[in-house]
């Protein structure tokens, strides 16, 4: 049975008190909806319709950047969560699949658990998806009668009786299409919050002798966003779980508590990440390596065996391969460096290709940028790029190639050749005695007022 996702984005997220649409606050470097939409895929979804309403334009940004076939609708008045899923309805009248319906700001949802719901919606015909709650202060109660939902309370909507309820509804629906907006469309406002709740499907169902039910979930997996405060308890528990899963895939940690993951890292077997690290997006590192303190990374690969820093910086586009050694205060941006270079010591590496096995001297700079565009440097092989060279790109430096320390490196250098541009050293015998003498004696006159 092929399925859809629809994913309400709508709300303002007042309590964020911010100028950026809820759904895109980030959780280990991707926003919320990022999240809730992950979820999804494994599930392989013909469509996903993301409802959207404040800051609609950026959402609809986000959502394509993550899938460029997402549908994204608006709601342009958030009227309760049936109106908005009503609005996901135009786009999926040809779909007689499942629906999956999650929310935006509920980014923990297990792909298994939405698998579950799906098989459960091959059996009944609307699949709530409910968690036993610690503290279940306003959710929805689910109100079982044996396997049966026989309906949802909204708090505010509740008695003391179903408020002493503790299985509560995580929000997240599955159900045919057709028969699911066939529901919501049936779905009133007649409620403590004036809304159309899309809960109230389980009741109308129910009344049409339909098979209502809920299937469990853990917890943590429903866990919504509402403040910022929520926001960063959200990132501890991603954080945590990141740094579990990497124990497991045999991953060497410190100071775990200082390893900071995104939501994409990829760490190899019997790698070492030292304290105080920060994965942005899109790293992979290589079993066996071996990240050091203060080193802070993002859009980049590294290779086996190969060392990072202390106080090290890679960026998007940094490629290291087996056996590098990137020492401390190197940036490396859009660059190779082949196998068993080294770039020690304070050093910028950008648009550039450093050849196997070549050393970089201390505080060497490819000048990339000219103001306005971006030029590439090329080192060979073998080659040895002496102490505070500057490479003016575009350059090519051969294989085998030196450059004397201190250059200024603005042509290319032949392979095997030795570089030099700088000024010749003068040297003046006793001149520098003679000229402490002469600073020596006007400043005892200034001292002297004379
Ligand atoms: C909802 C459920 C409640 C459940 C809780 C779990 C309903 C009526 N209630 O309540 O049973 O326990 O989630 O967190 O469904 N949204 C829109 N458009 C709207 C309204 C909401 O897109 O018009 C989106 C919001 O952006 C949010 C999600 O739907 O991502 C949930 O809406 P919210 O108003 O937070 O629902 P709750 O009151 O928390
Ligand atoms: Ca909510």
Do not use: W
């Amino acid at each position: 049975m092929p399925t859809a996702l629809v994913v309400l984005a709508a709300g303002k997220g007042t309590r964020m008190n911010s100028d950026l649409p809820k759904v895109l606050h980030p959780i280990a470097g991707a926003p919320l909806l990022v999240h809730a939409m992950s979820a999804a895929a494994p599930l392989e979804p013909e469509h996903v319709v993301v409802v959207a309403g404040h800051g609609i334009e950026q959402v609809r940004a986000a959502a394509l950047a993550h899938d460029e076939t997402a549908r994204v609708v608006a709601q342009s008045e958030q009227l309760g969560t049936a109106h908005a899923l009503a609005q996901a309805a135009p786009a999926l009248k040809d779909f007689d699949g499942t629906v999956v319906m999650l929310f935006g700001d509920t980014p923990f949802v297990r792909p298994e658990t939405l698998e579950t719901m799906i098989a459960a919606a091959e059996q009944k015909d609307v699949v709530f998806l409910g968690f036993e709650a610690a503290d279940p202060g306003r959710y929805g109660r689910l109100i079982m009668d044996g396997d049966r939902l026989a309906r949802i309370v909204e708090y505010k909507d509740a008695t003391e009786a179903e408020r002493a309820i503790t299985f509560c509804n995580s929000g997240v629906v599955a159900c045919r299409a057709p028969l699911l907006f066939d529901l919501v469309s049936q779905v009133g406002n007649d409620n403590a919050a004036g809304e159309y709740y899309l809960t109230e499907i389980a009741a109308i169902a129910g009344e049409r002798g339909l098979s209502v039910t809920a299937v469990s979930c853990d917890e943590a997996e429903t866990l919504g966003i509402n403040s910022r405060s929520e926001l960063a308890d959200a990132e501890a528990q991603f954080q945590a779980a990141a740094r579990a899963a990497a124990f497991e895939n045999g991953v060497t940690m410190i100071a775990p508590d200082t390893v900071y993951f995104a939501y994409d890292t990829v760490i190899g077997r019997d790698a070492i990440i030292e304290p105080n690290v920060v994965f942005g997006a899109g790293v992979t590192i290589e079993s066996g390596a071996h990240i050091r303190a203060f080193s802070h990374l993002e859009g980049c690969h590294v290779a086996q065996r190969a060392t990072v820093g202390p106080y090290a910086r890679l960026r998007p586009g940094a490629e290291l391969s087996e056996d590098v050694h990137i020492g401390n205060f190197v940036e490396v941006k859009n660059a190779r460096i082949d196998s068993g270079a080294k770039v020690n010591h304070l050093t910028y590496i950008g648009d550039a290709y450093v050849g196997e096995k070549t050393n970089i001297g201390a505080g060497t700079i490819t000048c990339n940028y000219d103001g306005v565009m971006k030029h590439h440097t090329h080192i060979g092989a073998n080659a040895f790029i002496g102490s505070n060279t500057m490479l003016v790109a575009p350059v090519s430096i051969g294989d085998g190639a030196m450059t004397g320390s201190g250059s200024v490196i603005t042509s290319d250098v032949e392979p095997d050749a030795l570089a030099l541009s700088r000024a010749p050293q003068v040297e003046k015998p006793g001149s520098a005695a003679k000229l402490l003498k002469i600073l020596k004696a006007k400043k005892a006159r200034l001292q002297r007022g004379s």
